[in-house]
């Protein structure tokens, strides 16, 4: 009887843990108890490698250690992208001791934001094997390590390589992991912890352009990169604090096809790791182009406003507070552009195409101020709506491709991009020696902005009032798999004996071995 009222308790226990409802499957005969075994009974059945590989990754909490993962991305956006955009007030001090032009100093950001994108792709697929945490660690030792290298360069070709390439390629380690990881950590509440995340970037143009003008008064323009290198080590924290949640997606197949005793190739990998299957998905495609036109004019105000403001007629502190004005304006646009998306009174892809032409005709406006007090109303406006579209420009990304293959995604998208952002400065700093000031420069990234507008509105599904549901590409193999799965499900039946449900009551027990 102590034997009996153990199994009933124990069965009692399962049906508690395994939400079975107190039923469990019991057997016709007991001829066929007797060949399985009461263990057997109380079995709990397993999950198949396909529903295990299906889900990798546990749901997003939004909320709980995500904000923590938001406040990695805050720090990593302002050393990463705040201090892209406080680089002009180097500007002109390389082109003072070089004695170099106006275009070929512009390189140096360029090659910068060009090695950021181009090797996100890299950064993306390490992601997908080894996780975001060490990824996020090596990428801000290596930006550090470049700017402090940086600080001991004789020639612009030492600068191309320390601050363009090694740092370059540091950003790109941590940028797209830890964007990606927040996405990761929030569904309902995504935009508003992607402007939160953001808002890193306009609090670091608010308050590194007069401290980096102020550095390089006081230790020079050397002794300035090495406190920036200095603060760049920081983001190796910032990936410390990346927790994952669940196992890399590439290990995750693999696994599973080490237990189908499937071949896991070198290509296959690759393959998963990248996502190259996107570069024949037309939504993709599309909106690359569109952000690759967003790319080329955004970042030219933060190469040359500086230098605008100062060729004007503008001190350099006068010039130092325009950028501080269009950090503080580009935080207040990166928070309400979150907030107000989140209450899904309006698509993201249509407030994107409303911000960004704003965008572009404040830039248009910009050559028009020649007032100093114009001048810092026209970057107000340009620094809201710039901190508007950004946090929607990567929120747009799950919307087009699904959140299987948003990290993915992310890396080929600033893959592509890396062209707008590796002529965009260039081509301004070539027409300011063309014509001798940076007015057309101003309209050309403006013009840019609107034809990247005008991209975005031939998206699939772009007129519909309503976001279709996000596409995932397992629906086809799973449909294939179902149906399958139904026919050896209904031809393994036919031959079995059937098996009915019963309440836990009702199950004969007995004390006998």
Request: aromatic share 12%.
């Amino acid at each position: 009887m102590h034997f009996q009222t153990n199994y009933i308790l124990h069965g009692i226990f399962y049906g508690i843990f395994t939400d079975s409802e107190s039923y469990i499957e019991a057997p016709v005969s007991s001829e066929r108890q007797r060949k399985l075994g009461k263990s057997a009974i109380m079995e709990k059945p397993q999950k198949t490698p396909e529903e295990q590989q299906s889900s990798p990754q546990m749901a997003a909490p939004d909320g709980g250690w995500g904000w923590v993962v938001v406040g990695s991305l805050f720090v990593s956006s302002a050393l990463v992208f705040g201090l892209i955009r406080s680089l002009g007030v180097f500007f002109v001090e390389f082109v003072q001791y070089f004695g170099e032009s106006a275009q070929a100093v512009s390189w140096i950001t360029s090659i910068g934001l060009a090695m950021q994108q181009l090797m996100s792709p890299i950064s993306a697929a390490a992601s997908n094997v080894y996780g975001a945490r060490p990824v996020v660690m090596m990428g801000g030792f290596l930006s550090g390590l470049g700017f402090i290298l940086a600080s001991q360069a004789t020639s612009l070709l030492h600068l191309y390589l320390t601050m363009g390439f090694i740092s370059g390629l540091g950003w790109a380690l941590i940028f797209t992991p830890t964007v990606a990881s927040v996405m990761q950590y929030f569904t309902l509440r995504r935009s508003l912890a992607m402007g939160l995340g953001f808002t890193g970037v306009g609090l670091a143009s608010f308050a590194f352009s007069p401290l980096f003008q102020y550095l390089v008064e006081a230790y020079a323009w050397r002794g300035a990169l090495l406190v920036l290198g200095g603060l760049s080590f920081n983001m190796i924290a910032c990936g410390a604090l990346i927790r994952p949640l669940g196992t890399p997606k590439v290990v995750v197949k693999a696994e599973n096809a080490t237990k189908l005793n499937k071949c896991s190739s070198l290509l296959s990998r690759i393959y998963e790791g990248f996502e190259t299957s996107l570069l024949s998905h037309r939504g993709f495609l599309t909106y690359s182009m569109a952000i690759t036109l967003f790319n080329a004019g955004y970042f030219i105000p933060y190469v040359h406003l500086v230098a605008h403001s100062r060729h004007i007629g503008f001190t350099e502190y006068q010039a130092a507070f325009v950028i501080s004005v269009t950090g503080v304006a580009d935080i207040v646009g990166r928070v309400a552009s979150g907030w107000f998306s989140d209450l899904g009174r309006m698509r993201m892809q249509h407030m994107l195409v409303v911000w960004t032409g704003l965008l572009g005709l404040s830039l248009m406006l910009i050559p028009v101020a020649v007032v100093y007090s114009g001048l810092l109303v026209v970057s107000v406006v340009y620094g809201f709506c710039a901190g508007a579209m950004t946090p929607l420009a990567f929120a747009v990304v799950p919307e087009i491709v699904g959140m299987e293959r948003m990290l993915g995604a992310l890396g080929l998208l600033q893959l592509i991009e890396s062209i707008g952002g590796l002529l965009g400065a260039p081509l301004s700093g070539w027409l300011k020696d063309y014509t001798g000031m940076y007015t057309v420069s101003f309209i050309a990234a403006g013009s840019f902005l609107v034809l990247g507008m005008l991209v975005t509105m031939t998206l699939p599904y772009f007129w519909s009032c309503t976001a279709p549901p996000p596409p995932s590409p397992s629906q086809k193999k799973s449909q294939d798999e179902s149906i399958e799965d139904g026919l050896l499900k209904k031809t393994l039946s036919s031959n079995s004996v059937p098996e009915i449900l019963c309440p836990l009551d009702d199950i004969p027990y007995s004390d006998k071995e």
